[in-house]
T-cell receptor, first 114, second 114 residues
Framework: DAGVTQSPTHLIKTRGQQVTLRCSPKSGHDTVSWYQQALGQGPQFIFQ???????QRGNFPDRFSGHQFPNYSSELNVNALLLGDSALYLCASSPLDRSDYEQYFGPGTRLTVT | AQSVTQPDIHITVSEGASLELRCNYSYGATPYLFWYVQSPGQGLQLLLKYFSGDTLVQGIKGFEAEFKRSQSSFNLRKPSVHWSDAAEYFC????????????FGTGTRLQVTL
């Protein structure tokens, strides 16, 4: 059973560009959350998707947007990239079984903005 | 608002010695509590979690943690550290009843000397 997968592994972009990161949840999971982890920091919650809708959002600007597809996979889009957007972006999925509240994390996408 | 404090940024222990990593949280009710480990360049792996019941929880790799409501703490312990335990450790808090937004501490980097 594949866990949470993310693509690409690494990405280098220039300030002002736009980027799309992708996440496939663990089998049997329907909820996807995105986190940003800056160097030397703990992950910070960006938003969560359930039933193809944004259910909860952290303190991130509108430049950060997302989407969830019918197969539960998700995309994170960041527009007008800033140097400060350089970070490890983590995707986490949660199961359909509501008695399990664990979030399972993927390996992350390392985004570098130059 | 919920928050997590990990007061130790960096800890060094000798292989075979015991380990305790501190975590204090601020939350309006009884939260869900988690400890994650992150090896360099990797995603997050769950070590253990507390939802309810017995306040001493056992996790993978020989780790355990104790929930102390009176102290708002959830410290991670291991009786004998192995060199492979060197990594970054994150404590996280989440709301009860849902696999929702996690709030992470800033992490504790564990170095193990031989």
């Amino acid at each position: 059973d594949a866990g949470v997968t993310q693509s690409p592994t690494h990405l280098i972009k220039t300030r002002g560009q736009q980027v799309t990161l992708r996440c496939s949840p663990k089998s049997g999971h329907d909820t996807v959350s995105w986190y940003q982890q800056a160097l030397g920091q703990g992950p910070q919650f960006i938003f969560q998707y359930y039933e193809e809708e944004e259910r909860q959002r952290g303190n991130f600007p509108d430049r950060f947007s997302g989407h969830q597809f019918p197969n539960y996979s998700s995309e994170l889009n960041v527009n007008a990239l800033l140097l400060g957007d350089s970070a490890l972006y983590l995707c986490a999925s949660s199961p359909l079984d509501r008695s399990d509240y664990e979030q399972y994390f993927g390996p992350g996408t390392r985004l570098t903005v130059t | 608002a919920q928050s997590v404090t990990q007061p130790d940024i960096h800890i060094t222990v000798s292989e075979g010695a015991s380990l305790e990593l501190r975590c204090n949280y601020s939350y309006g009710a009884t939260p869900y509590l988690f400890w994650y480990v992150q090896s360099p360049g990797q995603g997050l792996q769950l070590l253990l979690k507390y939802f309810s019941g017995d306040t001493l929880v056992q996790g993978i790799k020989g780790f355990e943690a104790e929930f102390k409501r009176s102290q708002s703490s959830f410290n991670l312990r291991k009786p004998s550290v192995h060199w492979s335990d060197a990594a970054e450790y994150f404590c996280a808090v989440g709301p009860t009843g849902t696999a929702s937004k996690l709030t992470f501490g800033t992490g504790t980097r564990l170095q193990v000397t031989l």
